[in-house]
């Protein structure tokens, strides 16, 4: 004791009976067994991207996913837009920058999401790019962008739009034909509710064009490559097939569930979560905050540390630290998957006490208390 | 009825206990807890590899390891020499290709290891070359190469060697630092009796010094992302993190048991199973043969696709099929990992019985017979 409890924005908690799952006995994926998890597993990520696009499981992480997109939609010749305003935003930079893909940079503010009216200006401004690069959910800041507005713009030009899914398809309403998205990816231990080590990429015809256009500069995460083998419901290379098994039964839930009421609990949690963090006198640090993950700052005189370490000791509870240059300074916990109104009711609960301990000055029971009221009492 | 017994080269059979330890709660990878398991296994990794080299994990398959590796040993300006005969050295000719890495080519047959011989005659015409690039077990024609003999030419030139041993390392005798192979590369789903989903690349001091002197052009598989990660036993992106947890007990079970007791007992499955092929009047493909996995040509009469079904069907042994040309003419039966001489018997009464069935002739009791002679009695 205490018992664990994963709060963080990825991996987040497993259900039992996917872990039990990934236990049954190894199978070979050259089998029709296999076959038929993949393409049940497929038709599902659609349902999950609300898209009639191809859908790529890859074996690897979300950077995986994310590597294999940003090589296969800019053309030589051509320009990418990568819109960021936080780490994993600033990765897939990093990813042009290794690849030598050229690129625009626009940079907001870290907390806020993308503004749709700058990336009409900048595509506006500048010829030849291929792609925006945008992150939906910003894990590192817990911030939203309006990608459906942008998808707007990109529509309005001879553009795709890539978007960054990690941690909002799943939880977040997120519709990519309905809005126009182009390429999507994700990864397995977030909204999945699986572990780590699945990356997926979801490809519509508008950016297949693209793809098909050239060819891309990778061999691994090579999505052409994906394309052909999931044809035959294979993969190129081996598949880590415990994982797209334990997938099968993840989307199956989803899909009982229902996206809609997944959504809705997301949002409940996160708006509950926030009312109790000012109800204990704390801040939330987005400005435009994801309902996925809650970002709060730590308050003055309260060592980051200590207090996480604190909530993991006594209470099980293990939020995320900040990450990047906003390590020390916040904490983070996911509203992703797994977990319901009792669980984050324990972490508030965990928050209060060990904020109490580590000398924050709070009423007991108003973080708790607010969080009931913020479910709707 | 009947039990699943899987001989296929890849994924092979994972023990009891490692499925269990992958159904464990899962958590969180930037903990104290998942350094200490990452720690663990690196350090038996290198083991594993007999290398003092640094021994990079990476969440994907043998394939994503062989594209990080080779992306890097080969500076702008220089050239591989890529040894191929079969499907999986030719698919890092291809790796080759798709990177636009200037390459030559040395084909040898079929079922036959590279000719160290050949290697040094073209180490000796060809200028330029940074890295001789070999297959060890070639796991789609069941043949083996002398990568010992190669190194002492490689050493002998200033140029590095490296050897796909992902149906070696954990089952041939493989000893990277005393025969002087730079980089090795396996994967997960053989040897080392886990799920598909990890690759991994050792890499000496020569490799890095290569390595370090020019950017590889790739993000994902990047082998100075991961050494960096490393020296905090972190991963520069989340790792497959209860695989990584199932490694560090598969590592456990093989050096407990003890890496020449390993070996030993492949070579003994290997030849026993040799001995019955040739009792039921079957002949084996490769002129080299591999210990880590025996391909058998399928007789004449005998259709290859009945024969396999019959064989999972009836008694739930699972062999592979030839894979490209080979498809359809022969079976590949493994000798890796978790399987011991009761199993393999067991296959070889199935595979007796089945060719029976499906009008072969053969003396009932013939293949057991050898292969219990072959195990020595």
């Known amino acids: 004791m205490p018992k664990l409890r994963l709060f963080t924005p990825g991996p987040t908690m497993v259900p039992d009976e996917i872990l039990l799952e990934m236990a049954r006995p190894i199978e070979h994926h050259r089998t029709q067994t296999y076959r038929d998890w993949l393409k049940e597993a497929t038709e599902n990520l659609q349902y999950l991207f609300q898209t009639k ?20 939609i800019v053309p030589p010749g051509k320009k990418a837009l990568v819109c960021h305003g936080g780490k994993f935003a600033e990765r897939w930079r990093d990813v042009c920058k290794r690849f030598k893909i050229e690129h625009v ?25 291929a792609a925006v690069i945008t992150v939906h959910s910003e894990t590192s800041t817990c911030a939203v962008s309006d990608v459906a507005a942008i998808a707007k713009h990109t ?32 990864g397995s231990q977030k909204a999945l509710m699986l572990p780590p080590g699945l990356g997926f990429v979801a490809v519509n015809d508008r950016a297949w064009k693209v793809i098909d256009s050239f060819d891309a500069p990778i061999f691994y995460n090579n999505l052409k490559a994906f394309r052909k083998s999931l044809a035959d419901w ?81 209470f099980g509870v293990q939020l995320a630290d900040g990450q990047g240059q906003l390590a020390g300074k916040m904490v983070r916990i ?24 580590q000398g924050h000055k709070c009423e007991v029971g108003a973080g708790t208390t607010a969080f009931l009221k913020g479910l709707g009492g």
Chains 1, 2 share one sequence.
């Open 53 to 72: 696009g191809t859908c790529l499981t890859i074996t690897g992480s979300g950077t995986a996913a994310a590597e294999g997109a940003i090589v296969s």
């Open 155 to 186: 529509r309005a030009h001879d553009c795709l739009l890539m978007t960054d899914c990690i941690t909002s398809v799943g939880c977040l309403p997120f519709k990519m034909d309905e809005w126009g998205i182009d390429i999507a990816i994700t």
């Open 234 to 314: 294979d993969a190129p290379w081996t598949p880590a097939n415990t994982l797209v098994r334990a997938l099968r039964m993840a989307l199956s839930m989803i899909k009982k569930e229902g996206l809609e009421n997944i959504w809705a609990r997301t949002a409940r949690l996160a708006k509950a979560t926030r009312s109790a963090a000012q109800a204990m006198g704390l801040t939330v640090f987005a400005k435009d905050p994801a309902d996925s993950v809650t970002g709060i700052n730590t308050p003055a005189g309260v060592d980051n540390d200590k207090w996480r370490k604190e909530m993991k000791s006594k």
């Open 334 to 357: 996911s509203h992703m998957g797994w977990v319901d109104d009792l669980d984050t009711l324990g972490a508030i609960g965990a928050m209060e006490m060990t904020l109490r301990s």
């Open 105 to 129: 940079e626009y940079e907001y503010e870290y907390g806020r999401g993308a503004d749709p009216a700058r990336v009409a200006e900048i595509l506006k401004k500048e010829a030849n790019i």
